[in-house]
T-cell receptor, first 110, second 115 residues
Framework: GQNIDQPTEMTATEGAIVQINCTYQ??????LFWYQQHAGEAPTFLSY????GLEEKGRFSSFLSRSKGYSYLLLKELQMKDSASYLC???????????FGRGTSLIVHP | DSGVTQTPKHLITATGQRVTLRCSPR?????VYWYQQSLDQGLQFLIQ???????AKGNILERFSAQQFPDLHSELNLSSLELGDSALYFC??????????????FGEGSRLTVL
């Protein structure tokens, strides 16, 4: 089976930096996604990693270490609108269907 | 706006009943995915269709069924509903058979409440 772990909840201050970790144990690996989901809304794509290293996109960066089964999403210059759930999803080997973790609820306060 | 349309947005029904959720993918997308999201389980993959054919099955109950029509819209049928089926049901689409590096585009979801 697939196992994806993320912290349930994190809090941070507006303007700060926060790192959301994701560890996974899957049968093989075909890629890792991060999605953002505001309460009651649809998940929206943030990033995709298939090779080791850091992918930067504006205020958001995502890192992957395949050997460690580990990824993180780094959010810089936090804004109130970044308060949302962040979902880590892994596409296991031999599959193309993302398996989602339960998500990390990020609360940004002034 | 992801371009994926789901109806209805909200649905309240009783145990034992049957409902149909509808999804129109983004223009040009051939793959449709159905996910169930409940508070204690997160996003759970149910089933995927590609160009009218079933391609992958996840944790979909036998009481649930789906299909994709020639115009590429999809329907998820939920029958003999139980309280535990109350959840947010998302449809997502992608351009290709294989998700690969291609992101999934999610609809706004259909919130089902079973009383």
């Amino acid at each position: 089976g697939q196992n994806i772990d993320q912290p349930t909840e994190m809090t941070a201050t507006e303007g700060a930096i926060v790192q959301i970790n994701c560890t996974y144990q899957t049968s093989g690996f075909n890629g890792l996604f991060w999605y953002q989901q505001h309460a009651g809304e649809a998940p929206t794509f943030l990033s995709y990693n298939v090779l080791d290293g850091l992918e930067e996109k504006g205020r958001f960066s995502s890192f992957l270490s395949r050997s460690k089964g580990y990824s993180y999403l780094l959010l810089k210059e936090l804004q109130m609108k970044d308060s949302a759930s962040y979902l880590c999803a892994v596409t296991p080997g031999g599959s193309y269907i993302p398996t989602f973790g339960r998500g990390t609820s990020l609360i940004v306060h002034p | 706006d992801s371009g994926v349309t789901q109806t209805p947005k909200h649905l309240i029904t009783a145990t034992g009943q049957r409902v149909t959720l509808r999804c129109s993918p983004r223009s040009g997308d051939l793959s449709v995915y159905w996910y169930q999201q409940s508070l204690d389980q997160g996003l759970q993959f149910l089933i995927q269709y590609y160009n009218g054919e079933e391609r992958a099955k996840g944790n979909i109950l036998e009481r649930f069924s789906a299909q994709q029509f020639p115009d590429l819209h999809s329907e998820l049928n939920l029958s003999s509903l139980e309280l535990g089926d109350s959840a947010l049901y998302f449809c997502a689409s992608s351009a290709h058979f294989s998700g690969g590096s291609g992101e999934l585009f999610f609809g706004e979801g259909s919130r089902l409440t079973v009383l």
